[in-house]
């Protein structure tokens, strides 16, 4: 496996780093990257992206589908997606725009005051884009990206939670909004800087090709540092993935005192 310097991150090694993800975890969905853009310009001479025709109409979910499935770069524009909700998630609209709409109501929510206590309790961007490109990571078109996604199984996704709480250890405090939770995700990491995992909601499994299996963490590239080195690390002291069923009529003593002091419980005060 390539040496790699896991102690100071750096963006021309992100897709040399997401490689070593991909083996250490088997991700089977290819992990994407994000970026912000207040100019399109600056969207549009990302190399090879993808615009949709004119006329044509994407959701957000479905364009960043179209990096995790098919390894499309691509490029998203309010003039392309069907909806406020992909718009304010992604800072294409002004944030007042989505706070104050109420169109939900009779379909996610039953009264206007629950629709708005919904839009309301969405992470939205601070500031407002013109565009927003996903790619794959593991392509290097996009340099110094905002947000990373990996769309994983509920396993894998507790790797790399645990990988990251090993050294500096802090605790996860993620959110679920209900439907728009890519704003749980992808919108959280943008205006928190931190990582985080949600479960994608129906918007995401409909139209942007999430399994009924997967969640998807967030997280701003950097992190994927020690993220690998957390997975290593757990990984010598015998925690590895994917984790084998030990059994649920075994006598747990010998597959559990690898990873726990079987003793603790029975030492004196």
């Excluded at 083996?23 to 001479?45: G, Q, V, Y």
């Excluded at 704003?183 to 931190?194: A, E, F, Y």
């Excluded at 757990?234 to 010998?254: A, C, F, H």
């Amino acid at each position: 496996m390539e040496t790699l310097d896991l102690e100071n991150y750096k963006d021309e090694l992100l897709p040399a780093y997401t490689k070593r993800l991909i083996e250490l975890l088997r991700i089977r969905t290819t992990p994407t990257a994000m970026k912000f853009f207040k100019n399109k310009e600056d969207m549009l001479a990302v190399p090879k992206i993808r615009i949709p025709k004119p006329g044509a109409m994407y959701t957000a979910c479905q364009m960043v589908g179209q990096t995790t499935r098919l390894n499309y770069t691509v490029g998203i524009t309010n003039d392309v997606v069907p909806t406020l909700q992909c718009s304010g998630v992604l800072g294409l609209i002004s944030n007042h725009h989505f706070r104050e709409a109420t169109h939900l109501t009779g379909k996610w929510f039953e009264t206007d005051k629950d629709s708005l206590a919904h839009q309301q309790a969405a992470y939205l961007p601070k500031e407002k884009y013109e565009g927003v490109a996903v790619s794959p990571m593991v392509s290097g078109r996009l340099k110094n990206p905002d947000v990373c996604l990996v769309y994983a199984t509920p396993e894998q996704v507790v790797f790399m939670c645990c990988a990251l709480q090993y050294e500096g250890y802090e605790k996860f405090e993620c959110s679920f909004i209900g439907e728009s939770s890519c704003s749980d995700s992808w919108t959280r990491t943008l205006v928190t800087r931190k990582p985080c995992f949600t479960i994608p909601c129906f918007g995401e499994r409909r139209f942007g090709g999430v399994l009924e299996d997967e969640m998807v963490m967030a997280f701003p590239p950097e992190y994927i540092c020690k993220m690998i080195r957390g997975i290593e690390k757990l990984s010598k002291n015998g925690m590895r993935y994917p984790s084998s069923q030990y059994g649920i009529q075994n006598d747990v003593r010998e597959g559990m005192g690898a990873v726990y002091d079987l003793d603790a419980l029975h030492k004196e005060d």
